[in-house]
């Protein structure tokens, strides 16, 4: 709850974007349809109206209805005040797990499950500093340039599924992560400088995790593998592996054999020809000490 010059002022949808329900996420529609549901029949089992929930968990009434109608994504503190008020003894609570996955797009949580098995996942991006990688402001300033231009609640939605992506970094046992980063995607400073030496100094402190190798490739190269495109393959524990390529079935998942050692055998000769780790952590420090 906020107050504004000793006035209490409710939170209103234009207060928070990103929140929104995707009408083509059949499971999201129906996490947040039920959560609803069981919010509005808890406020009319203790007698209380919209807006007084609304009062007592800061929010207004517009948005109480709208959650109750399975039109707004709920926070998940928004659930616990809401659990807390509505004396709903954790029932309330106990649906953020479910709703905390349906804030992010489709396809990113279906991407986020495929690297949260993963053993072993290789990344080469040569367009952009890749998503795992990623300062949240450095992910909102790329999705804000895009043309035509994404709404704001599809900007905070697909840069919160981006962020949410990097608790890769904290899965134990941690998978092994190799990433290939164009020396030309270091040096453009989108967004700012400002955003760009934090984008920097975020790519030196994943760079001395053990389970992380970072490789830049320099702009001076005469021979490069990578120029069909990016390149993502994911390995798994009981020796399956998937790929994505442009070049590669028209960029579709691939899991069959000579399609995957294609994939490998490119991102091999492309990790040769970049530097090693160490001469890449050395150039990034490089780069940062300009910007």
Same mark, same amino acid.
């Given at each position: 709850?906020?107050?504004?010059?000793?006035?209490?002022?409710?939170?209103?949808?234009?207060?928070?974007?990103?929140?929104?329900? =995707? &009408?083509?996420?059949?499971? +999201?529609?129906?996490?947040?349809?039920?959560?609803? /549901?069981? !919010?509005? %029949?808890? @406020?009319?089992?203790?007698?209380?109206?919209?807006?007084?929930?609304?009062?007592?968990?800061?929010?207004?009434?517009?948005?109480?209805?709208?959650?109750?109608?399975?039109?707004?994504?709920?926070?998940?503190?928004?659930?616990?005040?809401?659990?807390?008020?509505?004396?709903?003894?954790?029932?309330?609570?106990?649906?953020?797990?479910?709703?905390?996955?349906?804030?992010?797009?489709?396809?990113?949580?279906?991407?986020?499950?495929?690297?949260?098995?993963?053993?072993?996942?290789?990344?080469? =991006? &040569?367009?952009?500093?890749? +998503?795992?990688?990623?300062?949240?402001?450095?992910? /909102?300033? !790329?999705? %804000?340039? @895009?043309?035509?231009?994404?709404?704001?609640?599809?900007?905070?939605?697909?840069?919160?599924?981006?962020?949410?992506?990097?608790?890769?970094?904290?899965?134990?046992?941690?998978?092994?992560?190799?990433?290939?980063?164009?020396?030309?995607?270091?040096?453009?400073?989108?967004?700012?400088?400002?955003?760009?030496?934090?984008?920097?100094?975020?790519?030196?402190?994943?760079?001395?995790?053990?389970?992380?190798?970072?490789?830049?490739?320099?702009?001076?190269?005469?021979?490069?593998?990578?120029?069909?495109?990016?390149?993502?393959?994911?390995?798994?524990?009981d020796g399956s592996a998937v790929g994505r390529s442009a070049a590669v079935a028209n960029g579709r998942p691939v899991t069959e054999p000579k399609q995957l050692h294609i994939?490998?055998?490119?991102?091999?000769?492309?990790?040769?020809?970049?530097?090693?780790?160490?001469?890449?952590?050395?150039?990034?420090?490089?780069?940062?000490?300009?910007?």
């Amino acid at each position: 709850m906020s107050v504004d010059g000793g006035a209490q002022r409710l939170k209103t949808e234009a207060d928070e974007p990103g929140w929104e329900v =995707d &009408p083509d996420d059949d499971w +999201g529609v129906a996490v947040v349809a039920t959560v609803g /549901r069981q !919010l509005r %029949l808890r @406020r009319e089992a203790v007698g209380m109206r919209a807006a007084e929930l609304g009062t007592a968990t800061g929010y207004g009434e517009d948005l109480i209805y709208k959650i109750e109608s399975g039109k707004r994504i709920p926070r998940p503190e928004f659930l616990d005040r809401a659990d807390e008020v509505l004396g709903a003894g954790g029932l309330l609570s106990a649906m953020k797990e479910d709703v905390a996955k349906v804030r992010y797009p489709k396809k990113v949580r279906a991407l986020a499950k495929m690297e949260a098995k993963a053993v072993e996942i290789q990344l080469y =991006d &040569p367009l952009n500093i890749h +998503g795992l990688l990623q300062t949240p402001e450095y992910a /909102r300033g !790329l999705l %804000l340039m @895009r043309r035509p231009a994404y709404t704001q609640d599809e900007v905070e939605r697909m840069a919160a599924g981006r962020v949410a992506r990097q608790s890769i970094f904290q899965r134990d046992p941690a998978p092994e992560l190799s990433f290939v980063l164009e020396e030309w995607t270091l040096r453009r400073p989108l967004g700012g400088r400002g955003l760009l030496r934090a984008q920097l100094e975020r790519l030196l402190e994943v760079g001395q995790l053990r389970n992380v190798e970072l490789q830049v490739m320099p702009m001076d190269r005469e021979e490069h593998a990578g120029l069909a495109g990016g390149i993502e393959v994911l390995k798994f524990g009981d020796g399956s592996a998937v790929g994505r390529s442009a070049a590669v079935a028209n960029g579709r998942p691939v899991t069959e054999p000579k399609q995957l050692h294609i994939l490998e055998l490119r991102y091999g000769i492309i990790r040769a020809q970049a530097l090693t780790p160490r001469e890449s952590i050395a150039f990034i420090e490089q780069l940062l000490g300009e910007t």
